[in-house]
């Protein structure tokens, strides 16, 4: 097997730094010694076959993005990046491993549709990727598939309070689901949005005129995610199934996951970039000159981004500080302004859902070191550690230390990154960070000891990448 050495670089990890040399053999890493070490009898560098020079840069294990969609039918569109296009622009920034999530609907079976996310994703990805399984329709049949999702690997599903008429279950459903979940070890995945109550809300500013993107933040109001955090919370207090609730954006919704951690339940919560960076007035409010009060469509997603002026994003980076919320995923999700978020010219609830960032989390979440709202290792914790060990793949992925897989990035605190649609890999045409300037800057990838990027160069191919079939949760108290 081929050998790798990755000297001179600061590795660090969720819990420290140190100078040390990490030595690859194929696909894993083997040992991670104090540089110039003797132990193995001789010069490593001379010995390896190829030589990764990471002198003042930091060694970090590859990040983890445990939510994206790739390919996702939504809204009568499709979500622009495939598997192929979505993973390579992953790996572009830094990020070694996706969790999508394959979708059942009510009225199909469960098996049927991760066999098709098998299908989209299978010889297309550019790194390893596993699944979430989105169950859609609640029902004895979705219920009894759930012990095989667990043999198969996919260890969390995914529930939606939102959304009537496509992903939503009721009251009753989520507590079926969750009992049979709390017996399994399966880990419940909340979209925490009241999606009845916001269809109104909906309606009534669309029938008042009130149709622009802006007006999407407005109907999904903080006090729908704030209700149903807490009813999840309370269905899964009942029932005894741990609970992740995805994507949270109100600092009222964190307070509840506060709560109920304060209570010792297992409840998690993950936020996203866009809820660190963006808000209701200056992004779903947006005008410009190509498409004036449309511009917001850009920033259209759920749930939604949150009034500046309430707080809720400086309370997001407090709450990553705090543990409140334990990590951040993407939610990456995205779609074209031509021809797809167009669809809501005249209407804001006909626009497509979601934002892309699968490619910027790592330098995006970095900005926060360097503005001091986290720490290095929390940095690396959030992006990578936690989201191993919240989804059973840690020691695997999301740390460096021998037999984990070589999945590593050489990351260059003082290199920059421009974000532009202009210069990035996402299916994309446009960005919704365009024109962010990033300290920081994505030199290596490896993925499971490939040099996949390297000195702004792609290198990999798609294929490299292989299914990740997943343990039990690690992150239980
Ligand atoms: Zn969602
Ligand atoms: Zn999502």
Request: net charge negative; proline share 3%.
């Amino acid at each position: 097997m081929a050998t790798t050495l990755i000297t001179g670089g600061t590795v660090v990890s969720a819990t420290g730094r140190v100078e040390a040399d990490v030595l690859i053999d194929g696909e894993k890493i083997v040992a991670v010694v104090h540089p110039g070490s003797n132990v193995f009898g001789s010069d490593l560098a001379a010995s390896a076959d190829t030589v990764v020079d990471a002198t003042g840069k930091y060694v970090i294990p590859g990040g983890i993005d445990a939510h994206t969609h790739f390919e996702l039918p939504f809204g009568g569109t499709e979500a622009s990046d495939s598997f192929e296009s979505g993973t390579r622009a992953a790996a572009w920034g830094g990020t070694t491993s996706v969790i999508d999530f394959a979708v059942q609907t009510a009225g199909t079976r469960v098996p049927d549709g991760l066999a098709a996310w098998h299908e989209k994703a299978a010889g297309n990805c550019a790194i390893d990727y596993g699944f979430h399984q989105i169950v859609g329709g609640v029902d004895d049949a979705s219920l009894a598939y759930l012990p095989t999702l667990v043999d198969e690997g996919i260890t969390s599903y995914k529930l939606f309070m939102a959304y009537p008429g496509v992903f939503y279950s009721d009251d009753g459903q989520i507590l079926r689901a969750m009992q049979k979940a709390a017996d399994l070890g399966l880990l419940t995945m909340m979209h925490a949005e009241n999606g009845p109550a916001i269809d109104v809300l909906a309606a009534q500013l669309a029938e008042s005129g009130k149709t622009t993107p802006y007006y999407h933040g407005i109907a999904r109001a903080w006090q729908m995610e704030e209700e149903a955090t807490h009813r999840a919370i309370m269905l899964s207090h009942l029932t005894g199934a741990p609970l992740y609730v995805v994507h949270v954006s109100a600092k009222q919704a964190v307070a509840q996951l506060a709560a109920a951690r304060d209570n010792g339940q297992n409840v998690f919560g993950e936020t996203c970039p866009q809820y660190l960076y963006l808000s209701l007035e200056e992004q779903l409010g947006a005008t410009s000159e190509e498409w004036g009060d449309f511009e917001g469509a850009k920033w259209v997603c759920s749930t939604p981004l949150r009034s500046r002026e309430e707080g809720h994003q400086d309370h997001m980076w407090q709450a990553l500080r705090t543990n409140d919320l334990q990590m951040v995923s993407t939610d990456h999700c995205p779609f074209c302004m031509k021809g797809q978020k167009e669809l809501g010219t005249d209407d804001f609830r006909k626009i497509p859902n979601g934002i892309g960032s699968v490619e910027h989390r790592m330098d995006l979440l970095y900005q926060g070191v360097v503005t001091g709202q986290i720490t290095l290792e929390r940095w690396v914790e959030i992006t990578s550690t936690t989201p191993a060990r919240m989804f059973g793949l840690y020691g695997r992925k999301g740390v460096i230390q021998p037999g984990a897989d070589a999945d590593v990035v050489v990351y260059d605190p003082n290199g920059r990154t421009t974000i532009s649609a202009a210069t990035h890999h996402m299916n994309m045409d446009h960005s919704a960070w365009e024109g962010f300037q990033v300290d920081g800057h994505v030199d290596t990838v490896l993925s499971r000891g490939k040099v996949i990027v390297d000195d702004n160069q792609y290198l990999g191919r798609k294929g490299d990448g292989s299914y990740l079939k997943r343990g039990l949760s690690q992150y239980l108290v």
